[in-house]
């Protein structure tokens, strides 16, 4: 089942770019679409679609927890942002066609 969510993030661009430098290129399994665009109330705003929450979940201890601990110098903030769930009606795109849970 398709799984997303948003999250606001307290951090500027460059942070945002020192986590994506330690990501790497090598796309994340399950990962759909990460879409990261400027809060209007400030910092960044991800928009992230999985193919399961499980993926979503497996991604974060092993690629998205390490890759933020090293840009915050081996110590991510103490408190992971809220995640606000959306309930997919329809996922449509080059990644996923006509998906709908």
Request: hydrophobic share 40%; aromatic share 6%.
């Amino acid at each position: 089942m398709v799984y997303a969510f948003t999250q606001d993030v307290p951090i500027d661009t460059d942070t945002y770019a020192r986590i994506a430098e330690a990501l790497g290129s090598e796309p994340m399994d399950g990962l759909l679409l990460h879409l990261c665009v400027r809060n209007p109330d400030g910092g960044l705003r991800y928009i992230d679609v999985w193919e399961s929450e499980e993926q979503c979940a497996r991604a974060f201890d092993k690629r998205v927890h390490p890759a933020v601990d090293q840009a915050f110098g081996g110590r991510r903030p103490p408190v992971e942002p809220t995640v606000q769930h959306l309930e997919v009606i329809e996922a449509r795109g080059a990644a996923v066609d006509g998906v709908r849970t």
